[in-house]
């Protein structure tokens, strides 16, 4: 028997209509094959006795600000090309709000339906994950897509009639339901409310949370942005940290009262530019649990002689498919 294992990536940055189109595809060696062979990844996690699967941010393009780029595109494209992530090739490309909604609800069914539903999905936030804040998660750790978030983002944003609004978000809901009865797929169509849509079953948002999987007490960052929290770096670090240790300390003591294996390696998970080692070793506790990394993606365009000096240190550890030769990490 394999040793317990937790899987890690980050950035996948679906759909491949809009990747293919940006820097990703062009400096950082993206193609479509890495996208179905991520696919075939997941189907392998019970072979390495994984234990959890971390999607450590990213997973999609932020559409809200996407659209808004791409509208002035059109209208400028040349300066705003300069030095912009899109390339010429975005203004051709089939990429709509109605096709990225659906792609959203069909990605996250078919990823949760592609690994086993024992294996929990854990969900990092990133700064495209704008699509997070229109999720609703049970306490049993069903995922729920709030179909009035879309219905307002909708009307808003494109000034849809509430007729066309209407029928969009039902005729969504019945194609989900058809493909997934044509593929004789694991069955999650039943709705949170008449406004829902219900994505998967065992998946958790870790936002400033956590979640004991076997030994791993596994911890999620927010992501950081000073205009959203109204407050600078280390005034945000040292709540982080605070409730970090709040807890772990809870999660230990609910484990020992209930006679289960106590969690006493943490797993901090953050969607941003690598921190200092200092940041890190704040995090320790040697009498409680040991830090056994800080997993973080995001900063894709960073130098080479950059990341080597991060990689020095044995705490940080990037989860960029690209500086991993395109495979998802395990963890032991």
């Known amino acids: 028997m394999r040793k317990p294992t937790i899987a890690i990536t980050s950035d996948l940055h679906y759909p491949w209509d809009i990747t293919e189109n940006t820097f990703l595809q062009e400096k950082c060696g993206y193609a479509q094959e890495f996208y179905r062979d991520f696919e075939i990844q997941l189907q392998s996690l019970p072979a390495h006795n994984v234990q959890a699967l971390i999607l450590g941010g990213d997973l999609y393009w932020n559409y809200k600000h996407t659209f808004n780029y791409l509208q002035r595109l059109k209208q400028k494209p040349h300066r705003l090309l300069q030095g912009k992530i899109f390339g010429h090739n975005i203004l051709h490309s089939p990429v709509g709000p109605l096709k990225l909604l659906n792609d959203i609800c069909y990605k996250f069914i078919k990823i949760r339906n592609l ?105 999620g960052f927010p992501f950081y942005d000073p205009a959203d929290f109204g407050q600078g770096w280390n005034p945000f670090k040292n709540a982080l940290i605070e409730t970090f240790r709040k807890k772990i300390n809870t999660s230990q003591q609910i484990a020992r009262e209930n006679k289960k294996t106590i969690p006493k390696k943490a797993i901090l998970c953050h969607h941003r530019h690598p921190i200092s080692k200092d940041f890190v070793e704040e995090f320790k506790n040697k009498e409680k649990y040991k830090i056994k990394g800080l997993f973080w993606g995001h900063y894709h365009e960073i130098s080479n002689k950059y990341f080597q000096q991060i990689q020095q240190n044995t705490l940080n550890r990037c989860i960029m498919p690209e500086k991993n030769k395109f495979q998802i990490i395990l963890i032991d």
Request: proline share 3%; hydrophobic share 35%; aromatic share 18%.
């Open 115 to 219: 690994v086993p539903q024992d294996i929990p999905i854990l969900l990092i936030e990133g700064n495209h994950d704008y699509w997070f804040d229109s999720f609703i998660f049970s306490n049993q750790g069903t995922l729920y897509i709030d179909l009035n978030f879309y219905r307002d983002f909708f009307k808003r944003r494109f000034n849809f009639p509430s007729s066309l609004i209407t029928k969009i978000l039902s005729d969504l809901k019945m194609e989900i339901k058809k493909s997934k009865d044509s593929q004789n797929q694991y069955d999650n169509t039943e709705s949170y409310d008449e406004n829902s849509l219900t994505l998967g079953n065992n998946m958790y948002l870790l936002r400033n949370s956590g979640l004991s999987v076997g030994k791993f007490f596994i911890y």
